[in-house]
């Protein structure tokens, strides 16, 4: 969860590891640190809370040197704290440590180390590693590189490790076993990121390291190797990221430039899945047309907003290929014994492809047969990399901790593999699919439509925002953009926020309503099979005189008898209408957010991907 960077060259490399650090505040940021190689020993700066703390004390106490390793941190083992942040070093203070990810057998080599005369300053499990490295070299390893590699081999867990040595100041070294990384390759220069955008304006090409694999980066190149030692031959990936994409341009935070991005970002995604004959066309699945003319069974695993959008996909795929599908947390997945085989498709949802439970039960899906297929946002991410075939959302970096654009591009992947499968199925026909696609054309508009709402919103926001808590309801589609809605709320505004099945008010959730609750009740489309129902609960929270912020259809006035408040979106056919719907609660999300005065890109605790279990 945490951001790692590190520089090899022959600039300073301070500026850039800010520079890195400031793009991946995203992944923690609850201190920060680096470590630099002076031309003569490693000088290390290191502080609790943001990154501004940093520059602060750099501004104080600067430093300069041609390599150099920065950590912005999400705290696991050990309170936030200067102390615990990193770089970690050993006891001789000549070897420096970043780390993301968690060492499980910390304890047990902490316990060793420490028998062995080893001094530990932190409560992390990171601070073994160097000491495990001086302990190795110590022990007669011949050079530092068998140190570390001997060190690693005895580490389990995982990591994404930068590593300098006071004694070899040309050398840069990093890691990888289940946490991201990669390395760039500038002109005369090399670096090491958790993610792309923190080096996407001074590459040409990356590596994306694979587990197991060890790098050395020196001003003139760099080499990879396994944890045996034997050489490795990367693939260098080519960079098409824009630097402008992880850059705020002039919105006041990214996610509500993300949320703004969103009908540029569908449109894109829908062209670019339409052939000429206006068919949805999926050829990155990689999957013969028999496979899913034979399939029997979908299961879809993802975390947190990607849950939500499996809960969507459960249903629009039930409903359109008529097969059996079901949709679970990864946390929750991993530890059951699910019933899939060769015959099950296993769908996993992941804006960044690197969550942890996802990643879990994909190898637990892996083992039991099934093909995987990946639905992620993010190139030589982990995911990608483990499953047969993948649809890309396409969204360009989300940076935003809370998840918006990313979301939507996951319900139309959605809507589109469910057409495409549902023809392939013979479920639909090709004038259905016409009237799907000519369907999904219009949802840009629509959702540009409820950006220009945004007055209104911040308006209804203001009005609702200091309650202690919120209730959010749906039904069917809308289910989950209700349990989004509260989700989003929760993260960035912290107001105690609920979603649930509107049908299950009258089972408990009811009790709850009083003349100060709002209550936000998605109430789209007239003609849909579940209006009246939701109308139904609208007028039972009316009579116990709970606060009504309804969504609804444009032009519906029998909402007005029942709300309070009415966030009017564009007509959009039902099973659809969740992507429209849900950027009105992102908007009220973000305004109430706004009114309480939270770090919305930041919200507190939380990481923007959750690496660790
Ligand atoms: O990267 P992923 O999509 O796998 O992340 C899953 C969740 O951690 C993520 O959606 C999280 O719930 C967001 N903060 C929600 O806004």
Same mark, same amino acid.
């Not at 057998?105 to 300053?121: A, G, I, P, S």
């Not at 990864?330 to 498709?345: A, H, V």
């Not at 589109?416 to 016409?434: C, K, P, T, V, Y």
């Given at each position: 969860?945490?951001?790692?960077?590190?520089?090899?060259?022959?600039?300073?490399?301070?500026?850039?590891?800010?520079?890195?650090?400031?793009?991946?505040?995203?992944?923690?940021?609850?201190?920060?640190?680096? %470590?630099?190689?002076?031309? =003569? !020993? +490693?000088?290390?700066?290191?502080?609790?809370? @943001?990154? *501004?703390?940093?520059?602060?004390? &750099?501004?104080?106490?600067?430093?300069?040197?041609?390599?150099?390793?920065?950590?912005?941190?999400?705290?696991?083992?050990?309170?936030?704290?200067?102390?615990?942040?990193?770089?970690?070093?050993?006891?001789?203070?000549?070897?420096?440590?970043?780390?993301?990810?968690?060492?499980?057998?910390?304890?047990?080599?902490?316990?060793?180390?420490?028998?062995?005369?080893?001094?530990?300053?932190?409560?992390?499990?990171?601070?073994?590693?160097?000491?495990?490295?001086?302990?190795?070299?110590?022990?007669? %390893?011949?050079?530092?590189? =068998? !140190? +570390?590699?001997?060190?690693?081999?005895?580490? @389990?867990? *995982?990591?994404?490790?930068?590593? &300098?040595?006071?004694?070899?100041?040309?050398?840069?070294?990093?890691?990888?076993?289940?946490?991201?990384?990669?390395?760039?390759?500038?002109?005369?220069?090399?670096?090491?990121?958790?993610?792309?955008?923190?080096?996407?304006?001074?590459?040409?090409?990356?590596?994306?390291?694979?587990?197991?694999?060890?790098?050395?980066?020196?001003?003139?190149?760099?080499?990879?190797?396994?944890?045996?030692?034997?050489?490795?031959?990367?693939?260098?990936?080519?960079?098409?990221?824009?630097?402008?994409?992880?850059?705020?341009?002039?919105?006041?935070?990214?996610?509500?430039?993300?949320?703004?991005?969103?009908?540029?970002?569908?449109?894109?995604? &829908?062209?670019?899945?339409?052939?000429?004959?206006?068919?949805?066309?999926?050829?990155?699945?990689?999957?013969?047309?028999?496979?899913?003319?034979?399939?029997?069974?979908?299961?879809?695993?993802?975390?947190?907003?990607?849950?939500?959008?499996?809960?969507?996909?459960?249903?629009?795929?039930?409903?359109?290929?008529?097969?059996?599908?079901?949709?679970?947390?990864?946390?929750?997945?991993?530890?059951?014994?699910?019933?899939?085989?060769?015959?099950?498709?296993?769908?996993?949802?992941?804006?960044?492809?690197?969550?942890?439970?996802?990643?879990?039960?994909?190898?637990?899906?892996?083992?039991?047969?099934?093909?995987?297929?990946?639905?992620?946002?993010?190139?030589?991410?982990?995911?990608?990399?483990?499953?047969?075939?993948?649809?890309?959302?396409?969204?360009?970096?989300?940076?935003?901790?809370?998840?918006?654009?990313?979301?939507?591009?996951?319900?139309?992947?959605?809507?589109?593999?469910?057409?495409?499968?549902?023809?392939?199925?013979?479920?639909?026909?090709?004038?259905?699919?016409?009237?799907?696609?000519?369907?999904?054309?219009?949802?840009?508009?629509?959702?540009?439509?409820?950006?220009?709402?945004?007055?209104?919103?911040?308006?209804?926001?203001?009005?609702?925002?200091?309650?202690?808590?919120?209730?959010?309801?749906?039904?069917?589609?809308?289910?989950?953009?209700?349990?989004?809605?509260?989700?989003?709320?929760?993260?960035?505004?912290?107001?105690?926020?609920?979603?649930?099945?509107?049908?299950?008010?009258?089972?408990?959730?009811?009790?709850?309503?009083?003349?100060?609750?709002?209550?936000?009740?998605?109430?789209?489309?007239?003609?849909?099979?579940?209006?009246?129902?939701?109308?139904?609960?609208?007028?039972?929270?009316?009579?116990?005189?709970?606060?009504?912020?309804?969504?609804?259809?444009?032009?519906?006035?029998?909402?007005?008898?029942?709300?309070?408040?009415?966030?009017?979106?564009?007509?959009?056919?039902?099973?659809?209408?969740?992507?429209?719907?849900?950027?009105?609660?992102?908007?009220?999300?973000?305004?109430?957010?706004?009114?309480?005065?939270?770090?919305?890109?930041?919200?507190?605790?939380?990481?923007?991907?959750?690496?660790?279990?």
């Amino acid at each position: 969860m945490c951001g790692i960077v590190g520089y090899m060259g022959r600039s300073d490399s301070v500026s850039f590891l800010m520079e890195g650090l400031k793009r991946l505040e995203y992944r923690g940021y609850d201190s920060a640190g680096l %470590a630099v190689h002076t031309g =003569d !020993a +490693l000088a290390v700066r290191k502080c609790v809370g @943001r990154l *501004a703390e940093l520059e602060n004390r &750099l501004s104080e106490q600067p430093v300069q040197g041609r390599s150099g390793i920065g950590h912005t941190r999400w705290a696991t083992h050990g309170e936030p704290s200067e102390i615990n942040s990193h770089p970690h070093l050993d006891s001789s203070g000549r070897i420096a440590v970043v780390h993301n990810g968690i060492i499980e057998n910390y304890q047990e080599l902490r316990d060793t180390l420490e028998k062995q005369d080893h001094v530990f300053r932190s409560h992390t499990d990171t601070e073994v590693i160097p000491h495990l490295i001086e302990q190795e070299r110590t022990d007669g %390893a011949a050079s530092f590189r =068998d !140190a +570390l590699l001997a060190a690693l081999r005895k580490a @389990r867990g *995982a990591y994404a490790l930068g590593i &300098l040595s006071q004694d070899e100041p040309g050398i840069l070294y990093a890691a990888r076993l289940g946490s991201p990384l990669i390395i760039g390759l500038g002109e005369n220069e090399y670096f090491i990121a958790s993610d792309v955008p923190a080096v996407m304006n001074r590459v040409h090409g990356v590596i994306y390291l694979d587990d197991g694999e060890v790098a050395e980066l020196k001003p003139d190149g760099v080499t990879v190797f396994k944890l045996d030692g034997t050489p490795t031959t990367p693939e260098i990936k080519t960079v098409d990221l824009q630097p402008e994409a992880a850059e705020r341009a002039g919105f006041e935070t990214f996610m509500l430039k993300e949320i703004h991005e969103q009908p540029r970002v569908l449109r894109a995604l &829908l062209e670019k899945h339409l052939d000429h004959a206006n068919r949805i066309a999926l050829p990155e699945i990689h999957a013969e047309p028999d496979y899913f003319r034979n399939l029997h069974r979908v299961m879809i695993v993802s975390c947190g907003t990607a849950y939500h959008a499996g809960m969507y996909g459960r249903l629009l795929l039930e409903n359109l290929t008529g097969l059996a599908v079901e949709a679970d947390l990864g946390s929750e997945f991993r530890y059951r014994s699910p019933k899939i085989d060769q015959n099950t498709l296993f769908i996993a949802v992941s804006q960044s492809g690197e969550t942890a439970d996802t990643l879990a039960s994909v190898r637990l899906a892996r083992d039991m047969g099934c093909r995987i297929l990946a639905i992620c946002n993010v190139p030589g991410s982990t995911l990608v990399r483990e499953s047969d075939g993948v649809i890309f959302t396409d969204c360009g970096p989300e940076i935003g901790v809370a998840s918006t654009k990313a979301y939507t591009a996951q319900l139309l992947v959605f809507a589109l593999f469910s057409i495409w499968a549902g023809r392939l199925r013979n479920e639909i026909s090709s004038d259905m699919e016409q009237d799907f696609v000519r369907a999904l054309k219009r949802i840009p508009d629509a959702i540009h439509y409820v950006l220009e709402r945004d007055r209104v919103i911040r308006d209804i926001a203001d009005k609702h925002h200091d309650g202690p808590s919120a209730l959010y309801i749906g039904r069917r589609y809308n289910y989950p953009t209700a349990l989004e809605g509260a989700l989003k709320n929760k993260e960035i505004s912290y107001q105690h926020a609920e979603g649930y099945a509107a049908g299950e008010m009258k089972h408990g959730p009811i009790a709850l309503i009083n003349e100060y609750l709002p209550v936000v009740c998605i109430c789209t489309r007239t003609a849909d099979a579940v209006y009246e129902k939701m109308m139904s609960n609208m007028k039972e929270v009316e009579a116990r005189h709970g606060r009504i912020i309804a969504v609804a259809t444009d032009g519906d006035e029998a909402v007005l008898k029942l709300a309070e408040d009415i966030i009017y979106v564009p007509d959009t056919r039902e099973e659809l209408s969740p992507i429209v719907n849900v950027v009105a609660l992102q908007l009220l999300a973000y305004y109430a957010a706004q009114a309480r005065g939270t770090d919305i890109d930041k919200p507190r605790n939380l990481a923007k991907s959750v690496t660790v279990e």
